[in-house]
């Protein structure tokens, strides 16, 4: 791969590998040996058997080569400030001259040379490159071949370039130390990079003043180009931004600078306005205008009037009078609508500052006028309504460009006020408005008490125009017309009158101006209908001033008179609107109420019962009319909201029909009728008669089991309460039954003789008798039923009903038990199954199953007739069975009713590991007696023993086990220890026979006692020494104590303990283990611990064995009390040690210390009642700790917010789930 080689690789044509070696420019460096070495790949797999062959050629150099010569910089582009390096590359044979530098072709040097003899390498290094650097360089040297020179060379053009440069420079201040108008000041703009600028911009606070683009218009260096301007008024004061650009090597550089340049001028003020003698209400303009520079600061607009003080109307500081446009503040002031307020003089003041300091000028002074002929204006003109009663004010305003010098008021009686400005006795009040003489104020009252004012007013104002002696006026009229609504009086109000006699009736209306409409209407018919828009029905109707009235008299009244007379009048009144009002007389022709006569009523059960139709009269109009019926109940027949039974008014006439009659219909019935009459007192009128509704005598039976009626007397259910009901109707009430049933006989019902009665009945019409029974197989046959009663003339009736039933029972095991539901292999039980029914089934229809279809019961039960004919007993023997038999027992009757019996059998012998209970050590002092129960679950010949021990391992003195045996094979012995000080190990050992034995240890200790310095030991001697010893001995207690955990509350570990467990397969079925596995069992209570031992759980069940030990497992866990956490079962696992015999497992409890639950969800308590796979929820007592189910923990935890529901959700941690 060296430079001038090509490798090439090829085959000839005997398939022999060629390897060419090309060189295409030999040199003196690439004399030398050559070899060539070929190897064969048998080597690879048999390294001894290596075959190798090689050969060499040595190649040298026979010819002269002329000088070459190569100059070159170490990089393409070179910035100005850089460092960079020129190469020159020399080589010839024979060997070549050191070579030269030239720059520009002038003589330089090398920085160094290295390298052989046929080649020389030389550098030139240059720093801080600068454009004086950028040249031609040349590189020299030459060789001698055959005695005649040889020479090389080579060129190099270095240029040094540079980014664009901008520098925006001002003239020198003047001698005052800043520019003002006038002043020539020259702004310069350079450009400065390499290649030079193609691009220049210079603009004054964004408004472009010049562009050059590689065209005219700078001044070109050789690596900068200039650009000059002149500036000397305000509009030149700005920021000014020079902008250039250049490329380098294709890459575009730019740059800018920014001027700030500053002319002063002081401030020069001027005010114009638009209108010097406007008229009034015109819209005037007035302009300040302040130019500067600095920009004026502050405007301020100043007005006087007459002798007034000077006012300041507006100043700059409110940003809506003034606006800032080059160095110029111009503001405006415009009056809108010009008033004789504004006239007088105006005046502005300009500030501006120049170089810091402030300058204040003011304005000329200009005048405003206003010029305007009189104007005089009413509050109302045209026609004025004023209410009557009321008080009016005329107010007549007359403004002028002069002020007004009189004003005159004609009444409409032609009587004249006068005003006058220079008059002492003046008529007419009149006062400038506002204190400006050029408007008044002059009013005049009227007052408008009964109509007096009306008429025409006019008002006339004088006045004169400036330079003008010439009078000129104006005038406005108002008519005043008093107005009043119309008022209608009717009367009298209202009154009674008895009928036939006469009434005068008086409508009247009065207004402000005269009604124009009186109406009096009675029953919709107009008596009288007076209108001056028609002259309609004038005769009878009087007017006098404002008022109008009409009378009407009635010389003998009835009852069509009575009513309401309505009395309408209308006029015109304010703004010409028409008016209305009433009022009316309420006559009311009086009289006591009366009912026509009413004959009495008889009727069919069943007909239509129609009352014969009767009259109610009276004066005022019957307001009430009620139908008492016998049976209680009352009918409005009439009222004000029950009308269709009565028509008419003061007479009404009354049709009721009662609908179909009823056995309530019967009896006596009450018409009574109200009316208001005289001084409206309340009248009342009675009426009677009677209805009699008349029926023959019907009986009917019925059978009802709790209630549900029986329709098929075939099937008379067996065993239920059966009601037989005998119901008798009639007219005129049944007076006697009778009730005969085959397996009671007769019972009877007298109205009359209740007394002697031995059936039960109720109701009048409807006679209902029951009697009560319970069904039995032989209440079988016909059971009927006999009513009594009379109808017209007293003639008798009677009728009959029979029904014939037959009881009948379904199929049924009303019971199946057991001698014994839990048995050992060598004992015995039965089972008995009681099948009844009506009809009865035959014996050998009833049969006997096991769960498992192999187990052949037959021969193992009997069936035999019970207590009577209609049931069977069967009896399933078990005499030893063997543990197969474990299981349901089934009784079937006829093939398809079934009952089912559990039997739990399990081998001769069990036994599960002892409970420690009873162990209060809350308040256990020295010597007290603590009483230990050891309860052990066995079969049989159950034994206990119980050792207590210190940490010393010795024995404590235990009283002799008292044995009671309890329910489940429960054996209890109770032993008694005397307290001592320390901590100790309680140990129980049960047994049964044969010799299986169960043992638990719990520790604990006595944190409470505190006599226990007794037992410390004293140490003999002076007493100085003898105190020092105990001093030491108790320190070191107390330290020992405090390690243990005596002060404050202690939290003891486990001890170790063994405990030998038997195979599940002699497990009772009550254990509830699903599907025992070889080598695990079910764990009862592996270790207890105390209450007051804080932080320790008690493990309840532990089942459904993990595949490993390190597997998360199940558990069920329970704690304590508060604050104590439960172990987790992949926990738990982790401290078993197994034992090898799969038959007895043998499981090591290791000391552990609590920690947090590893639960993951606890959902709301529903989902939890509903679902296996979710955790119970925490009880109240357990501080909101929740108990694990039997369920694969979560592997997300929820978020629980502190608001949610604390009984719903809990996230357990190291803390108690709030």
């Not at 150099?61 to 002329?66: D, L």
């Not at 520009?104 to 550098?123: E, I, L, P, R, Y």
């Not at 309504?385 to 004010?393: D, N, Q």
Request: glycine fraction near 6%; charged fraction near 25%.
């Amino acid at each position: 791969s060296c430079p001038g080689i090509v490798n090439n690789r090829t085959c000839n044509k005997n398939s022999d590998i060629e390897y060419v070696i090309e060189i295409s420019y030999f040199t003196s460096s690439l004399e030398g040996s050559y070899t060539c070495k070929m190897e064969s790949e048998f080597w690879k797999t048999n390294p001894d058997n290596l075959i190798s062959t090689s050969d060499t050629k040595h190649l040298t150099t026979k010819y002269v080569m002329p000088s070459k010569t190569e100059l070159e910089a170490d990089r393409n582009l070179i910035w100005k400030g850089s460092t960079f390096t020129l190469t020159c590359t020399v080589e010839g044979y024979p060997p070549p001259q050191r070579p030269t530098l030239w720059k520009n072709q002038a003589s330089d040097t090398f920085t160094s040379c290295d390298g052989g003899t046929n080649k020389k390498v030389c550098t030139k290094k240059f720093t801080n490159a600068g454009y004086d650097d950028a040249a031609v360089y040349e590189c020299k040297t030459k060789n001698k071949i055959s005695g005649t020179d040889s020479p090389s060379s080579d060129t190099a053009n270095i240029v040094i370039s540079s980014r664009v440069s901008v520098s925006l420079t001002l003239s020198s201040l003047p001698s005052r130390g800043y520019f003002i108008t006038g002043d020539s000041v020259t702004l310069t703009c350079i450009a400065d990079g390499v290649p030079l600028a193609h691009y220049m911009k210079i603009s004054r606070d964004g408004q472009l003043l010049f562009e050059y683009n590689t065209g005219a218009g700078v001044n070109k260096g050789k690596h900068d180009i200039t650009y000059k301007m002149n500036t000397d008024k305000l509009t030149d004061i700005g920021k000014y931004k020079c902008e250039a650009k250049n490329q380098v090597k294709g890459n575009v550089y730019n740059d800018d600078k920014e001027q700030n340049l500053k002319i002063y001028e002081d401030v020069e003020v001027t005010i114009q306005v638009d209108k010097q003698y406007p008229k009034k209400e015109d819209s005037v303009k007035i302009t300040c205008v302040a130019t500067g520079s600095d920009t004026p600061s502050n405007v301020k607009l100043y007005h006087k009037l007459g002798s007034n003080n000077e006012v300041l109307l507006k100043d700059s500081v409110d940003t809506s009078f003034c606006k800032t446009e080059n160095y110029k503040l111009t503001c405006i002031h415009t009056i809108l609508s010009i008033g004789y307020s504004n006239n007088g003089e105006y005046w502005c003041f300009g500030k501006n500052a120049v170089n810091g300091v402030e300058k204040t000028i003011k304005s000329t002074t200009t005048a405003v006028e206003i010029s305007s002929i009189v104007l005089v204006q009413l509050t109302d003109t045209g026609d004025k309504e004023v209410e009557l009663g009321s008080k009016y004010t005329i107010t007549c305003t007359v403004d002028g460009g002069k002020a007004p010098y009189k004003v005159e008021l004609l009444k409409p009686d032609e009587s004249k006020l006068t005003w006058q400005k220079s008059g002492t006795s003046n008529t007419l009040s009149c006062t400038p408005d506002n204190n400006i003489d050029n408007i008044l104020k002059c009013r005049h009252e009227i007052d408008t008490t009964l109509y007096k004012g009306e008429g025409a007013y006019k008002c006339t104002g004088y006045n004169q125009l400036p330079n003008s002696s010439n009078d000129k006026s104006d005038n406005k009229d108002v008519n005043i017309i008093v107005t009043k609504d119309v008022t209608v009086t009717m009367s009298p109000s209202s009154t009674e009158v008895d009928r036939n006699s006469a009434v005068t009736l008086t409508c009247e209306a009065e207004g402000g101006r005269v009604p124009h409409v009186l109406q009096l209407v009675f029953n919709g018919k107009n008596l009288v209908n007076y209108n001056t828009d028609n002259g309609t029905n004038t005769e009878g109707v009087t007017i006098s001033g404002h008022t109008i009235t009409y009378k009407k008299t009635i010389s003998k009244v009835s009852f069509d008179d009575s009513g309401t007379y309505y009395c309408t009048g209308k006029n015109k009144a304010k703004q010409n609107a028409e008016k209305t009002d009433k009022d009316n007389s309420e006559i009311t022709v009086v009289s006591d109420v009366t009912i026509s006569s009413v004959d009495n009523v008889d009727v069919d059960l069943g007909d239509v019962l129609q009352i014969p139709k009767f009259t109610v009269e009276g004066g005022r109009a019957p307001h009430e009319v009620i139908l008492a019926k016998p049976y209680g109940k009352t009918d409005v027949i009439y009222s004000n909201s029950v009308t269709s039974k009565c028509t008419g008014t003061f007479t009404k006439s009354c049709d009721i029909s009662l609908g179909a009659s009823t056995y309530q219909q019967d009896g006596n019935y009450k018409i009574t009728a109200k009316n208001r009459a005289k001084q409206n007192k309340e009248v009342t009128a009675e009426e009677t008669f009677s209805v009699t509704v008349y029926k023959d005598v019907e009986a009917k039976m019925n059978l009802k089991n709790g209630g549900e009626l029986i329709t098929d007397y075939d099937k008379v259910p067996y065993g239920v309460s059966l009601t037989v009901e005998c119901k008798v109707e009639g007219g005129k009430m049944p007076h006697e039954v009778e009730l005969t049933t085959s397996s009671t006989g007769k019972f009877f019902y007298k109205r009359n003789d209740q007394a002697s009665s031995n059936l039960t009945c109720t109701g009048e019409h409807v006679l209902t008798c029951s009697l009560t029974m319970t069904t039995g197989y032989h209440d079988d046959g016909i059971y009927d039923c006999k009513g009594y009663n009379k109808v017209r003339n007293s003639e008798h009736k009677e009728s009959y009903k029979s029904v014939d039933i037959t009881v009948y029972r379904d199929l049924i095991i009303s019971s199946i038990s057991t001698g014994s539901s839990s048995i050992v292999t060598n004992g015995s039980t039965t089972i008995t199954c009681v099948v009844g029914g009506k009809p009865i089934i035959e014996a050998e229809n009833i049969t006997w199953e096991h769960e498992n279809s192999a187990i052949d019961l037959e021969g193992n039960f009997t069936t035999i007739k019970g207590s009577d004919d209609y049931t069977l007993i069967s009896t399933l023997t078990l005499n030893s069975p063997s543990v197969d038999y474990n299981g349901n027992f089934s009784c079937i009757a006829n093939g398809t009713l079934k009952e089912t019996q559990s039997i739990a059998i399990a081998e001769k012998y069990f036994l599960e590991i002892p409970v420690i209970t009873s162990l209060d050590m809350t308040t256990v002092e020295k010597d007290s007696v603590l009483v230990i129960t050891c309860s052990v679950r066995g079969f049989s010949n159950v034994d206990a023993e119980l050792f207590i021990t210190n940490v010393e391992e010795e024995k404590l003195p235990v009283s002799e086990g008292i044995k009671s045996v309890k329910a489940d094979h429960v054996t209890e012995f109770v032993f008694k220890y005397n307290v001592r000080c320390g901590d100790v190990s309680i140990t129980c050992i049960g047994s049964a026979v044969p010799q299986i034995t169960v043992q638990t240890k719990i520790s604990t200790s006595f944190p409470e006692i505190t006599s226990c310095s007794e037992m410390l030991p004293i140490v003999a001697g002076s007493t100085g020494g003898g105190f020092v010893i105990i001093i030491i001995i108790i320190v070191v207690v107390l330290v020992i104590l405090k390690k243990r955990g005596r002060f404050g509350k202690r939290k003891p570990e486990l001890v170790e303990g063994t405990v030998q467990y038997p195979n599940p397969s002699f497990l009772k079925s009550s254990d509830n283990l699903a599907s025992p596995q070889p080598g695990y069992s079910h764990l009862h209570r592996p270790c207890t611990v105390g209450q007051e031992e804080e932080g320790y759980a008690s493990l309840n069940i532990l089942d459904n064995k993990p595949n490993k030990l390190d597997d998360d497992g199940y558990a069920t866990m329970d704690t304590k009390s508060n604050n104590k956490q439960p172990i987790s079962a992949k926990e738990l696992y982790s401290r078993l040690e197994q034992g090898n015999d799969l038959n007895k497992k043998k499981v090591v409890m290791k000391r552990y210390k609590p920690i947090a639950p590893k639960i993951r969800t606890v959902p709301p308590k529903s989902q939890a009642a509903a679902s296996n796979n979710h955790p119970v929820n925490a009880t109240e007592d357990d501080d909101a700790y929740a108990r694990l189910g039997d369920y694969p923990p979560k592997s997300v935890p929820v978020s629980v917010n502190k608001a949610d529901d604390g009984d719903a959700y809990a996230k357990l941690g190291d803390y108690p789930p709030k």
